[in-house]
């Protein structure tokens, strides 16, 4: 696609329960992050993808928080058991490379999931 | 301890004029790059520009420049003749690691810029 992808763009669930969220990044694009953020805050890191690998999960929260990547390309975030303070918008983005300069490492972000735990 | 920081949670600059935005990283890697990204009040995250730890010169992206200052880690964004467009979070962000690459892409807290007419 022209841009990076996700899905829901809103979610609304009861505590409790498990969600899961989409991000299909720019084809060709080999690293995959995901972000966090509150409203009016700035953007907490989660996990990211070289690939398929995830090199540095010490961002998830919890071991609620779990992600995948197949193919290099999707990448899905799922929350198992949601909590209210799991209530934010979840960003993700992709770039070309995950090293190199700007041009590799640009990030483009998709439009988000605002996620709402009720 | 806080990888990216930026001090001033919001300014307010006049239609025009020039300002500046701080941020200090803190890393023991001589391999980095820095990043500013803006995000209006739609919620979109833009890449405005970047500068690499051996990079000789400061970065410059039309309107907007970096102000590295390496031996202070400082990577201060310069808008020049700011517009009310401008109006937006600016967040500064570091990616620590040469060729390992094992590092993710960090942000500071951000700061609201208000462009005044």
């Known amino acids: 696609g022209a841009g990076v992808s996700q899905s829901p763009s809103n979610k609304v669930t009861e505590k409790g329960k498990d969600v899961e969220l989409r991000c299909d990044p720019i084809?060709?694009?080999?690293?995959l992050y995901w972000y966090r953020q509150s409203l009016g805050q700035g953007l907490e890191f989660l996990i990211y993808f070289q690939g398929n690998s995830a090199p540095d999960k010490s961002g998830l929260p919890s071991d609620r928080f779990s992600a995948e990547r197949t193919g290099g390309s999707v990448s899905t975030l799922t929350i198992q058991r949601t909590q209210q303070e799991d209530s934010a918008v979840y960003l993700c983005?992709?770039?070309?490379?995950?090293?190199?300069?700007?041009?590799?490492?640009?990030?483009?972000f998709g439009s988000g999931t605002q996620l709402s735990v009720l | 301890a806080q990888k990216i920081t930026q001090t001033q949670p919001g300014m307010f600059v006049q239609e025009k004029e020039a300002v500046t935005l701080d941020c200090t990283y803190d890393t023991s890697d001589p391999s980095y790059g820095l990043f500013w990204y803006k995000q209006p009040s739609s919620g979109e995250m833009i890449f405005l520009i970047y500068?690499?730890?051996?990079?000789?010169q400061n970065a410059t992206e039309g309107r907007y420049s970096l102000n590295f200052q390496k031996a202070r880690k400082s990577a201060n964004l310069v808008i020049s003749a700011s517009q009310l467009g401008d109006s937006a979070m600016y967040f500064c962000?570091?990616?620590?690691?040469?060729?390992?690459?094992?590092?993710?892409?960090?942000f500071g807290k951000g700061t609201r810029l208000s462009v005044i007419a």
């Open positions: 962000a570091m990616r620590e690691g040469g060729n390992s690459g094992n590092t993710p892409l960090v």
């Open positions: 084809s060709g694009h080999t690293a």
């Open positions: 983005a992709s770039s070309l490379d995950w090293l190199g300069g700007a041009t590799n490492e640009k990030l483009f």
């Open positions: 500068q690499g730890s051996y990079d000789q």
